[in-house]
């Protein structure tokens, strides 16, 4: 999560950013000693009345094999 | 039948220490939980709690009823309100429906004025 919001592609705006939803959906879940892998994806990003509607998709596996998929929706307010 | 069962409630007083430690514990040290002038600079209150440290208690909450969290298989919910240092936030819910798929639980999160600091919440556990 870091790597997006500081990649200057991203244009985020954290101190305007706050976190509005969020969802997980567990396949299992993980047990202590296990390497979790996330992969992130922007799923939407689009203005809606002058705020910036961003949805990050993050699909996390142990060995290839799914473990987790969360999403977030972050609302970011222009200055 | 467990639909309407209610699930026993839990509270967390929001402080700015333990703010500090969920950023710690979390990673996410977005300013806006750590520093009352730039949160204030961004039109916020002054520093804001983390809406997944209220987040992680709700899960507590479900997890205790649930008898782990292992058992929990879908969980989501809106962020509606802020929450800041001096807020005590409730939590709780009850089971609203069964499906082959689980137990669905409706869940909420209220402070201490009575305002909901958390909507559109659920999860599905296992039956």
């Known amino acids: 999560m870091p790597q997006?919001?500081?990649?200057p592609d991203a244009r985020i705006d954290l101190?305007?950013?706050?976190?509005?939803?969020?969802?997980?959906e567990w396949t299992r879940h993980p047990v202590v000693g296990e390497t979790?892998?996330?992969r992130a994806r922007i799923a939407d990003d689009q203005m809606r009345?002058?705020?910036?509607?961003?949805?990050?998709?993050?699909r996390c596996t142990v060995g290839g094999e799914p473990l987790c998929v969360s999403r977030m929706l972050s609302v970011i307010r222009a200055r | 039948m467990p639909v309407g069962d209610e699930i026993p409630t839990r509270e967390v007083e929001i402080t700015e220490a333990g703010i500090r430690?969920?950023?710690?514990?979390?990673?996410?040290?977005?300013?806006?939980?750590?520093?009352?002038?730039?949160?204030?600079?961004?039109?916020l209150p002054g520093i804001i709690a983390h809406g997944m440290l209220q987040m992680g208690v709700l899960?507590?909450?479900?997890?205790?009823?649930?008898?782990?969290?292992?058992?929990?298989?879908?969980?989501?919910?809106?962020?509606?309100?802020?929450?800041?240092?001096?807020d005590t936030i409730r939590f709780g819910g009850q089971v609203a429906g069964e499906t082959e798929s689980g137990?669905?639980?409706?869940?909420?999160?209220?402070?201490q004025k009575g305002e909901r600091v958390l909507t559109k919440a659920a999860a599905l556990v296992d039956r």
């Open chain 1, 4 to 7: 997006l919001f500081a990649d």
């Open chain 2, 103 to 111: 137990l669905e639980l409706e869940l909420w999160g209220v402070n």
């Open chain 2, 59 to 86: 899960a507590e909450a479900v997890s205790d009823w649930a008898g782990g969290p292992g058992r929990i298989r879908k969980l989501r919910c809106r962020f509606a309100a802020t929450a800041v240092p001096g």
């Open chain 1, 15 to 24: 101190a305007m950013l706050v976190h509005a939803e969020q969802e997980f």
């Open chain 1, 49 to 58: 009345r002058g705020l910036r509607l961003l949805t990050l998709e993050t």
């Open chain 2, 21 to 43: 430690a969920y950023a710690e514990a979390s990673g996410d040290r977005n300013l806006i939980h750590l520093d009352e002038i730039y949160a204030r600079t961004a039109g």
């Open chain 1, 36 to 38: 979790i892998v996330a």
